[in-house]
């Protein structure tokens, strides 16, 4: 199982480092079988090969190994940290920094290309959603384009827009529903959910058959909660 923690715009390198360091000393104590990955800003990266039981990540970069290309983190700036993993297409890139399909496209086959672990990230806006599961799939599909699903290291995290940072997930049943027909079409990628998720709601949002983690903002961002939150899925019978 993947929990994974975005901490988009928000935690400095200082109490990054502190979360880090609490976080790990959690997981030496209370070892688990979850895959635990945390994506700080790219001015608070630090070494990953620092934290043992934790897999660092980039919430963005951009599609170059260096060069000029004004205010972008590249290839080089991960490298220097060990940095492997990547999360690609997650809304606030699309929406607010209107990031095209076409270049989150040619993100995730630089990512590819590089060996990365990508969590891939979909999801519909509120007026899709109002149209029904159909017009959410025919939306969702459309977020593929360009995309290598074949690629064994991809993850896909499903997070529609309306329930990001609302305090409002989604429906279990509306989640059960699509991830079910993600699975049909990605046999082996891990499938996350995302939006909204606290520990109150974490237990039944993994116990939907095709749901293996979540990627958590607002309640990943005190290191004691993520802890919570990992002990919680720790506890989730697949
Ligand atoms: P949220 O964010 O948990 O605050 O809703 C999730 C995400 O954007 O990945």
Not at 95 to 123: H, M, P, S
Request: hydrophobic letters at 40%; charged letters at 20%; glycine letters at 6%.
């Amino acid at each position: 199982m993947i929990i994974a923690a975005n901490f988009k715009a928000n935690h400095t390198r200082e109490s990054t480092a502190a979360y880090l360091e609490a976080l790990n000393l959690f997981l030496d104590a209370c070892p688990t079988s979850c895959d635990v990955r945390v994506y700080p800003s790219a001015s608070s990266f630090l070494r990953a090969d620092l934290y043992s039981h934790v897999k660092l990540g980039a919430q963005n970069f951009y599609p170059v190994i260096n060069g000029a290309y004004t205010g972008e983190t590249s290839s080089q700036h991960l490298d220097e940290f060990g940095i492997k993993n990547v999360l690609i297409g997650h809304s606030e890139r699309r929406v607010i920094l209107n990031e095209t399909q076409d270049i989150t496209a040619k993100k995730y086959a630089f990512a590819k290309e590089r060996g990365w672990e990508i969590i891939y990230c979909i999801g519909e806006p509120k007026y899709i959603r109002d149209n029904g599961f159909e017009a959410v799939m025919e939306y969702l599909w459309s977020e593929f384009e360009g995309i290598d699903i074949d690629y064994e290291k991809f993850s896909v995290a499903y997070e529609p827009i309306w329930a990001i940072g609302t305090g409002v997930s989604a429906k279990i049943q509306d989640i059960a529903e699509v991830l079910d027909a993600l699975k049909k079409r990605f046999a082996t990628a891990p499938l996350l959910y995302g939006g909204s998720v606290k520990v109150e709601n974490l237990s039944s949002i993994l116990s939907i058959r095709s749901c293996s983690g979540v990627l958590i903002g607002n309640a990943a961002l005190d290191a004691a909660n993520f802890c919570k939150l990992i002990q919680t899925a720790q506890n989730v019978q697949k």
